[in-house]
T-cell receptor, first 111, second 113 residues
Protein backbone atom coordinates (compact mmCIF):
# COMPACT_ATOMS: atom_id res chain seq x y z
CA UNK A 1 0.00 0.00 0.00
CA UNK A 2 0.85 3.66 -0.10
CA UNK A 3 3.33 5.14 2.39
CA UNK A 4 3.88 8.87 2.83
CA UNK A 5 6.97 10.29 4.53
CA UNK A 6 6.95 13.92 5.66
CA UNK A 7 9.88 16.14 6.70
CA UNK A 8 10.71 17.96 8.83
CA UNK A 9 8.59 17.06 11.83
CA UNK A 10 9.09 20.54 13.30
CA UNK A 11 10.01 23.80 11.62
CA UNK A 12 10.64 27.18 13.21
CA UNK A 13 10.93 30.33 11.12
CA UNK A 14 10.92 34.05 11.65
CA UNK A 15 7.97 36.07 10.44
CA UNK A 16 8.48 37.00 6.81
CA UNK A 17 10.71 34.02 6.04
CA UNK A 18 9.73 31.17 3.74
CA UNK A 19 8.88 27.67 4.93
CA UNK A 20 9.19 24.45 2.94
CA UNK A 21 7.75 21.07 3.90
CA UNK A 22 8.57 17.99 1.86
CA UNK A 23 6.78 14.69 1.35
CA UNK A 24 7.63 11.53 -0.51
CA UNK A 25 5.22 8.76 -1.47
CA UNK A 26 5.75 5.16 -2.49
CA UNK A 27 2.88 4.23 -4.83
CA UNK A 28 3.47 5.54 -8.34
CA UNK A 29 -0.26 5.12 -9.05
CA UNK A 30 -1.16 7.89 -6.57
CA UNK A 31 -2.40 10.94 -8.44
CA UNK A 32 -3.89 13.30 -5.87
CA UNK A 33 -1.83 15.17 -3.27
CA UNK A 34 -3.61 17.46 -0.81
CA UNK A 35 -2.21 19.52 2.05
CA UNK A 36 -4.16 20.09 5.24
CA UNK A 37 -3.59 22.64 7.98
CA UNK A 38 -4.61 21.93 11.56
CA UNK A 39 -4.57 24.76 14.06
CA UNK A 40 -4.33 23.93 17.74
CA UNK A 41 -7.54 22.30 18.96
CA UNK A 42 -9.20 22.51 15.55
CA UNK A 43 -10.04 20.12 12.77
CA UNK A 44 -7.80 19.68 9.69
CA UNK A 45 -8.73 21.88 6.73
CA UNK A 46 -7.60 21.66 3.13
CA UNK A 47 -5.33 24.52 2.10
CA UNK A 48 -4.17 23.40 -1.34
CA UNK A 49 -4.03 20.29 -3.48
CA UNK A 50 -2.37 19.16 -6.68
CA UNK A 51 -3.08 16.44 -9.18
CA UNK A 52 -0.56 14.39 -11.11
CA UNK A 53 -1.11 16.18 -14.40
CA UNK A 54 0.17 19.45 -12.90
CA UNK A 55 3.69 20.27 -11.73
CA UNK A 56 2.97 23.34 -9.64
CA UNK A 57 0.02 25.18 -8.18
CA UNK A 58 -0.12 28.51 -6.35
CA UNK A 59 -2.66 30.22 -4.15
CA UNK A 60 -1.45 33.57 -2.85
CA UNK A 61 1.40 32.84 -0.41
CA UNK A 62 1.08 29.07 -0.71
CA UNK A 63 2.42 26.88 -3.48
CA UNK A 64 2.78 23.15 -4.00
CA UNK A 65 5.18 21.44 -6.40
CA UNK A 66 5.05 17.85 -7.58
CA UNK A 67 7.80 15.70 -9.05
CA UNK A 68 6.18 12.46 -10.18
CA UNK A 69 9.41 10.93 -11.38
CA UNK A 70 11.01 11.30 -7.97
CA UNK A 71 7.70 10.71 -6.17
CA UNK A 72 7.89 13.76 -3.99
CA UNK A 73 5.89 16.92 -3.46
CA UNK A 74 6.46 20.02 -1.41
CA UNK A 75 4.54 22.83 0.25
CA UNK A 76 6.02 26.31 0.06
CA UNK A 77 4.78 29.16 2.24
CA UNK A 78 6.23 32.59 1.53
CA UNK A 79 6.18 35.66 3.75
CA UNK A 80 5.14 33.61 6.75
CA UNK A 81 2.92 35.18 9.39
CA UNK A 82 2.21 34.13 12.98
CA UNK A 83 -1.21 32.82 11.93
CA UNK A 84 0.57 30.29 9.70
CA UNK A 85 1.65 28.50 12.89
CA UNK A 86 -0.07 25.10 12.83
CA UNK A 87 0.44 21.45 12.03
CA UNK A 88 0.57 20.71 8.31
CA UNK A 89 -0.21 17.32 6.83
CA UNK A 90 0.49 16.07 3.33
CA UNK A 91 -1.43 13.15 1.88
CA UNK A 92 -1.60 10.97 -1.21
CA UNK A 93 -4.31 8.90 -2.82
CA UNK A 94 -5.83 7.57 -6.01
CA UNK A 95 -9.46 7.00 -6.84
CA UNK A 96 -11.08 4.20 -4.90
CA UNK A 97 -8.35 3.86 -2.29
CA UNK A 98 -7.63 5.19 1.18
CA UNK A 99 -6.18 8.66 1.69
CA UNK A 100 -2.78 8.23 3.35
CA UNK A 101 -1.41 11.07 5.45
CA UNK A 102 2.12 11.94 6.45
CA UNK A 103 2.89 12.27 10.14
CA UNK A 104 2.68 16.07 10.10
CA UNK A 105 4.95 19.09 10.45
CA UNK A 106 4.56 21.54 13.30
CA UNK A 107 5.34 25.00 11.93
CA UNK A 108 6.09 27.79 14.37
CA UNK A 109 6.34 31.35 13.09
CA UNK A 110 7.81 33.81 15.55
CA UNK A 111 7.39 37.56 15.26
CA UNK B 1 -24.98 25.26 7.16
CA UNK B 2 -22.98 22.52 5.45
CA UNK B 3 -21.20 20.53 8.09
CA UNK B 4 -19.98 17.25 9.52
CA UNK B 5 -21.05 16.60 13.09
CA UNK B 6 -19.75 14.09 15.60
CA UNK B 7 -21.09 12.97 18.96
CA UNK B 8 -20.00 12.83 21.64
CA UNK B 9 -17.16 15.34 21.53
CA UNK B 10 -15.54 13.94 24.67
CA UNK B 11 -15.90 10.49 26.18
CA UNK B 12 -14.33 8.70 29.10
CA UNK B 13 -15.07 5.00 29.33
CA UNK B 14 -13.70 1.76 30.76
CA UNK B 15 -12.13 -1.21 29.06
CA UNK B 16 -14.64 -3.52 27.44
CA UNK B 17 -17.67 -1.25 27.52
CA UNK B 18 -19.11 -1.01 24.02
CA UNK B 19 -19.45 2.47 22.61
CA UNK B 20 -20.55 4.21 19.43
CA UNK B 21 -19.37 7.53 18.06
CA UNK B 22 -21.83 9.00 15.61
CA UNK B 23 -20.96 10.96 12.48
CA UNK B 24 -23.42 12.77 10.27
CA UNK B 25 -23.05 15.03 7.23
CA UNK B 26 -25.68 17.17 5.53
CA UNK B 27 -23.86 17.71 2.22
CA UNK B 28 -25.13 14.59 0.43
CA UNK B 29 -21.54 13.32 0.23
CA UNK B 30 -20.97 9.79 -0.96
CA UNK B 31 -17.56 9.28 0.65
CA UNK B 32 -17.11 9.14 4.42
CA UNK B 33 -14.23 7.99 6.57
CA UNK B 34 -12.88 7.74 10.10
CA UNK B 35 -9.39 8.72 11.23
CA UNK B 36 -7.58 8.57 14.51
CA UNK B 37 -4.94 11.11 15.42
CA UNK B 38 -2.16 10.28 17.84
CA UNK B 39 0.90 12.40 18.72
CA UNK B 40 3.76 11.71 16.34
CA UNK B 41 1.68 9.39 14.18
CA UNK B 42 -0.42 11.88 12.26
CA UNK B 43 -3.83 10.95 10.88
CA UNK B 44 -4.42 7.28 10.26
CA UNK B 45 -7.48 6.04 8.44
CA UNK B 46 -9.58 3.45 10.25
CA UNK B 47 -12.39 2.71 7.79
CA UNK B 48 -13.91 4.40 4.82
CA UNK B 49 -17.11 4.14 2.81
CA UNK B 50 -17.59 4.95 -0.85
CA UNK B 51 -21.37 4.81 -0.60
CA UNK B 52 -24.29 3.25 1.26
CA UNK B 53 -23.58 -0.36 2.25
CA UNK B 54 -20.00 -0.09 0.90
CA UNK B 55 -17.23 0.00 3.50
CA UNK B 56 -13.55 -0.85 3.43
CA UNK B 57 -10.65 -1.08 5.84
CA UNK B 58 -8.13 1.67 6.16
CA UNK B 59 -4.71 1.48 7.77
CA UNK B 60 -5.74 0.66 11.34
CA UNK B 61 -9.13 -1.16 11.38
CA UNK B 62 -8.44 -3.61 14.22
CA UNK B 63 -10.87 -3.19 17.12
CA UNK B 64 -13.32 -1.03 15.18
CA UNK B 65 -16.50 -1.57 13.21
CA UNK B 66 -18.51 0.73 10.99
CA UNK B 67 -21.79 0.69 9.13
CA UNK B 68 -23.25 2.80 6.37
CA UNK B 69 -26.99 2.20 6.24
CA UNK B 70 -27.82 5.75 5.25
CA UNK B 71 -25.86 8.18 3.12
CA UNK B 72 -25.62 10.83 5.82
CA UNK B 73 -24.51 8.67 8.76
CA UNK B 74 -21.34 6.69 9.38
CA UNK B 75 -21.06 5.54 13.00
CA UNK B 76 -17.85 4.15 14.48
CA UNK B 77 -18.32 1.25 16.86
CA UNK B 78 -15.85 0.03 19.45
CA UNK B 79 -17.22 -3.32 20.60
CA UNK B 80 -14.67 -3.83 23.39
CA UNK B 81 -12.56 -0.70 23.83
CA UNK B 82 -9.02 -1.02 25.13
CA UNK B 83 -6.63 1.66 26.46
CA UNK B 84 -4.67 1.68 23.19
CA UNK B 85 -7.78 3.09 21.52
CA UNK B 86 -7.46 6.26 23.56
CA UNK B 87 -7.14 8.86 20.84
CA UNK B 88 -8.65 11.82 19.00
CA UNK B 89 -11.07 10.63 16.34
CA UNK B 90 -12.15 12.54 13.26
CA UNK B 91 -14.91 11.75 10.84
CA UNK B 92 -14.63 13.21 7.34
CA UNK B 93 -16.70 13.30 4.17
CA UNK B 94 -16.17 14.28 0.55
CA UNK B 95 -18.46 14.48 -2.48
CA UNK B 96 -17.36 11.27 -4.17
CA UNK B 97 -13.89 9.96 -3.40
CA UNK B 98 -10.55 10.56 -1.72
CA UNK B 99 -9.54 12.74 -4.66
CA UNK B 100 -11.72 15.58 -3.42
CA UNK B 101 -11.65 17.88 -0.43
CA UNK B 102 -12.20 16.04 2.82
CA UNK B 103 -14.47 17.94 5.23
CA UNK B 104 -13.62 16.99 8.77
CA UNK B 105 -15.88 16.89 11.77
CA UNK B 106 -14.88 18.62 15.03
CA UNK B 107 -13.31 15.52 16.53
CA UNK B 108 -14.09 13.19 19.42
CA UNK B 109 -11.58 12.82 22.21
CA UNK B 110 -11.80 9.33 23.72
CA UNK B 111 -10.14 8.12 26.89
CA UNK B 112 -10.34 4.40 27.69
CA UNK B 113 -9.39 3.53 31.25
Amino acid sequence: GENVEQHPSTLSVQEGDSAVIKCTYSDSASNYFPWYKQELGKRPQLIIDIRSNVGEKKDQRIAVTLNKTAKHFSLHITETQPEDSAVYFCAASQAGTALIFGKGTTLSVSS
Amino acid sequence: EAQVTQNPRYLITVTGKKLTVTCSQNMNHEYMSWYRQDPGLGLRQIYYSMNVEVTDKGDVPEGYKVSRKEKRNFPLILESPSPNQTSLYFCASSPADTEETQYFGPGTRLLVL
